[in-house]
Structure formats: C-alpha cells, structure tokens
C-alpha cells in the first residue's frame, strides 16, 4: 500500500532523498512506527500579543507560548486505519521546554479534496488543507498549509485567518551530519510571525504488533474533511 504522501506526490516522490522517501512512505499495512528523538536548537515565538493565541492553543496540543534553545524534542508516527476507513499519520511532537508540550495532529489523504488534510489538536477541530512539494536544494519535503476549517457538533465553518497562522514546514535529512532536520514557521498575514522552531533529529523504527498507542491517537475523530 503506497502512503499518503505518495498519493499526493506521485513518481515525483522519488526524486525525494532516499532516507525522506523511507520516512515518508510509512503507511498502516507496514506494522511499524517512526520515533524522532533529537534537538530543537530553536524553538522561537512571535511579538507579545502573539501569546494569547499561542496560550489558547495548548488547550488542544496544537501551539505553545515557550520559546528555548537546544530544547529536547521527539516525534511519533505511526499510520493507522481511523474509524472512518481513511488511511491516517499521527504526528505527535513533544518539546521538554520549561513546561512538557505537546503538538499534536494527523494527517489523512483527502479524495474529495485530492489534497493531504492535517486535523490539528487533540479533538481534530481544525482541518487544514496541505500541499506539498520537492525542496530543490536539499531534496526534502515541503510543506505548506492553506484553506482551514473548524468543526465542532453541527457546526462547520471556514476558520478566519486572522485568528491563525500559514505554515511553512520543510524536512530533508543532512547527510553531513547522518540526521533528519526540520524548520518550521507559522505567520500571520497580519500579526506576522506567530510560532516556529528548528533542529534535527534521529529515527527509530519500531514493531506495531498490529496496534498503535493509544496516546498518539486523537480523543475525537472528525468525518468531515
């Protein structure tokens, strides 16, 4: 079974680094997970009144107010069947900053949208349309949010982004150094910067023995996308 990232990417994705195509072609029939363990060497946010919005997030697991340097960092992944029958990654990311947080969300292939959705937070209130793209330069993969939407019970609207951000997210692996890197940024047309970090980070590949954690699981699940 080819991954979500794949679908999306077609035989473009093998113009990807190899150790990205193996990192990103995790799908629910390979009955193993992803753990990322490494450093954040810069974990950064915006301007003063930045931090409401930022605060709000923890509620959910989608943003944080720290900030620090050479922050410990790990990320579990793990590709699972959900409850709707919809092939599914779990991106769970932990900071060991002043305070344990935690940015939570999964990401599924949309057929209706022909897009990647990414469902943020731990209740997959908010879905947020992904494209995705080959950095040139280091051969990693891109990724860039668009359209989002929030869902709660009945009701379903277009999120307004003057409440959020647009994220910039690329990941390649730095052969220099034989480890993954990541750099994220998420801005705000109006706000501007909001929320960000940097660092790099190793890989274990572990058995699933046909089931995942339920802690890298959503506590809802959302059927619209």
């Not at 590949?205 to 339920?214: D, E, L, V």
Request: net charge positive; proline share 4%.
């Amino acid at each position: 079974m080819t991954s979500i990232y794949q679908q999306i990417l077609g035989s473009q994705f093998y113009r990807l680094h190899p150790k990205i195509q193996e990192r990103f072609s995790l799908s629910s029939h390979d009955g193993k997970g992803a753990i990322g363990t490494g450093v954040m060497e810069r974990v950064w946010h915006g301007k003063f009144y930045t931090l409401p919005f930022l605060f709000v997030g923890t509620w959910r697991h989608i943003m944080f107010p720290e900030n620090g340097i050479n922050v410990p960092f790990t990320i579990e992944n793990y590709a699972y069947t959900d409850k709707f029958q919809r092939e599914t990654v779990t991106w769970v990311r932990t900071f060991q900053t002043t305070k344990t947080r935690r940015f939570d969300a999964t990401m599924i292939y949309s057929t209706q949208r022909n897009k990647i959705v990414d469902y943020l937070g731990t209740h997959q209130h908010l879905a947020v349309d992904i494209d995705l793209s080959i950095d040139e330069k280091t051969k990693g993969l891109r990724l860039r949010t668009g359209e989002q939407r929030f869902y709660e019970g009945l009701l379903g609207f277009r999120f307004p982004m003057f409440f959020s951000g647009y994220a910039d997210v690329c990941e390649w692996y730095d052969d220099s150094i034989d480890k993954y890197r990541i750099k994220v940024n998420v801005a705000n047309s109006l706000w501007g910067p909001l929320f960000g970090y940097e660092g790099y980070f190793d890989v274990l590949w572990i058995p699933t023995h046909g089931s995942i954690p339920a802690h890298v699981k959503p506590i809802r699940e959302e059927k619209r996308e």
